[in-house]
Structures are given as structure tokens and as C-alpha cells.
């Protein structure tokens, strides 16, 4: 149906013949539809809106593609962790205040951690959320070994061996410390895409408003500094910890035989090569917040945590 549709559109335009890039036998096998997205995607999201509008029972409820049922309790099973929902599956509080972010359900758990007086990181956790809800990645990816050498070399001041979320964290402050005029040449020699950064900012603005609206930000933001502060090594602790709420189902730890095993489903795991983490000294243990599988299983946006900081957060 997709394809046809394609063909339609460029009908529209002008007459002429439609050539497709692939063969008709390949064409023959495609399915007629697509597959619905609830079906192929995660469905944590669609069970948190259910819940926040009064959907007690979600695995019975009639909607027109059922996804599966180990999906949905998985989903219940991930937003039990984060205490979106109580032991009887009940909306919580916190699950309710996670259904009014534009946001995946786990970036707002996270700024809701975050705005805890005992956290206190609410600014910080805002600037890497915009960063990772961009509609483009914010660093350019090299395309062979000698790119990888120069990136490195390009890139040294913002990468931190505390991890992605840390390294994001400094793209941000540092980029909106810049003068206007200054921004897209910094962007260039750090081989980041301007665009993305740019982007990212403007989010940053949005959720800011909608924090204040919440509660949870009670004083207008300051001003950009013009001098970028790193956070201390005690506040990179409490922010990583702040996402550790969130992504507790998503970390794993290190085994004796050097490799990384999933604290939730003991599915080996690989540090992707995108991640500032890749190719450095191991950690005791990981957390990430993506996770892609090509050759193998890899962790993206990947930060170094304890094995006891994880072990807290799945007992929350």
C-alpha cells in the first residue's frame, strides 16, 4: 500500500512512469499494509496514557491492534521500576505527572527526579534531555578509522570519561555560552551538527515552560553564562543517579569474563562505538538509554554507575 501510495503522489506532480528501485519479485513479497506501530514499537508510552485516563484493565482493553501480552506486562513491569504504577498497577502521582510531558515516559521520569529537593538538578537534566530529543543526532559520526583519529583529536575538551550524558551535558553549556556569532564555527571544529544544537536549545526553552508550569521549576532560569561551569564530580554522581530512576531496566553489569551482561534479562551486552565509553577502560557497571542490536547487542548513550546504585533503583 505504501508503495502504490508513492507511486500516487509523483502522479500528482506531473505524468510520466514510476520506477521502482527494486525488483517485482521483491515487490510481490512486500506485505500489503504495514505494520500498525504499536505493534512494531514499544509500548510503554501507550500504556502510560491508558493508565493516566482511567484504563485499569490494559491488556483486555478492545483496541483495534492488540499488542502483544508479554509487551504490555513488560511495559507495566518498566513503569512498576520507575513508580509510574504501584504494586496493583494503579497510576501513581509520579505516573500522572509523567503522562503531561510531550516527552518518552522515562525522560520525564527523570525530570521529576530531578526536581527533588534532594536532587536538586533540574536545569542540568533539562540540557541533556534537549540534547537527546533532537530530531537529528548532535555529533557528526565518522566514516572511516582516520575520521575516528580526527573527531577524537577535534573533540577532547567536550568528551568525559564520566560518560554520554556527562559529555552531552558540556556540549549544551558550553554551545549556549558562545556569543551568537561564535556558534556555528565552534560547531564545525568539533565536527557537531549546528542544526541539532540549535534545536536543542529551543527545547531546552519549551521544557524549561512547562517545568514552571508544573511546579517544578519555581524560579525563571538564569541567563546563560558566558563561562561554562563542569558540574563536580558529587553533582555528576547525583545526575547519573537521577537517571538511574528512570533507566534502571537499562544497565548492566560487568562479568568476570570482561564482557557486559544485562542486569535485567542477563542478555550480553557490547558498548556501541559512538559512545565517548567505547574503547576505554571498563566499569564495574553500565547504564544506557538506547540499545540497538546489528551484529550484535549494543548499548548507546552509555555512562559508568555502580552495581550498588543499580541495585537501589530496581528496589524503588
Not at 510531558?101 to 525530570?111: H, Q, S
Not at 526553552?205 to 558566558?226: K, N, V, Y
Request: glycine share 4%.
Amino acid at each position: 500500500v505504501s508503495a502504490i501510495q508513492r507511486a500516487g503522489r509523483a502522479g500528482r506532480e506531473a505524468k510520466g512512469k514510476c520506477f521502482r528501485i527494486y525488483t517485482e519479485e521483491d515487490f510481490l513479497r512486500l506485505d500489503q499494509d504495514d505494520l500498525p506501530e504499536i505493534l512494531r514499537s514499544d509500548v510503554l508510552e501507550a500504556v502510560l496514557k491508558m493508565k493516566s485516563r482511567g484504563i485499569e484493565d490494559v491488556t483486555n482493553f478492545p483496541l483495534m491492534d492488540t499488542p502483544d501480552i508479554m509487551a504490555i506486562q513488560n511495559a507495566l513491569k518498566q513503569l512498576h521500576i520507575m513508580g509510574a504504577v504501584d504494586d496493583e498497577g494503579n497510576i501513581t502521582n509520579v505516573g500522572r505527572k509523567m503522562a503531561t510531558f510531550p516527552l518518552p515516559a522515562t525522560y520525564g521520569r527523570v525530570l521529576i527526579a530531578a526536581a527533588e529537593p534532594r536532587s536538586d538538578i533540574l536545569l542540568e537534566a533539562i540540557d541533556v534531555i534537549s540534547c537527546l530529543t533532537t530530531d537529528s543526532e548532535i555529533f557528526n559520526q565518522p566514516k572511516s578509522e582516520d575520521d575516528q583519529e580526527t573527531i577524537i583529536e577535534a573533540r577532547k575538551d567536550l568528551m568525559s570519561p564520566d560518560g554520554d550524558i556527562i559529555t552531552l551535558l558540556a556540549v549544551v553549556g558550553k554551545y549556549a555560552s558562545l556569543p551568537h556569532a561564535d556558534r556555528l564555527d565552534w560547531c564545525r571544529q568539533r565536527l557537531l551538527a549546528p542544526r541539532a544544537l540549535k534545536m536543542a536549545l529551543q527545547i531546552r526553552q519549551q521544557l524549561r515552560q512547562i517545568c514552571r508550569q508544573q511546579q517544578l521549576l519555581l524560579e525563571i532560569s538564569p541567563a546563560d553564562s558566558e563561562h561554562y561551569e563542569p558540574l563536580s564530580p558529587e553533582k555528576v554522581v547525583v545526575l547519573l543517579k537521577t537517571f538511574l530512576t528512570a533507566f534502571a531496566a537499562k544497565t548492566a553489569i560487568l562479568a568476570p569474563d570482561g564482557n557486559y551482561i544485562m542486569a535485567v534479562g542477563r542478555n550480553p551486552i557490547a558498548v556501541h562505538p559512538s559512545s565517548v565509553l567505547f574503547g576505554r577502560k571498563k566499569s564495574e557497571a553500565i547504564m544506557f538509554l538506547e540499545h540497538v542490536f546489528t551484529t550484535k547487542n549494543y548499548a548507546k548513550k552509555v555512562s559508568p554507575v555502580q552495581a550498588d546504585w543499580i541495585e537501589e533503583a530496581l528496589m524503588i
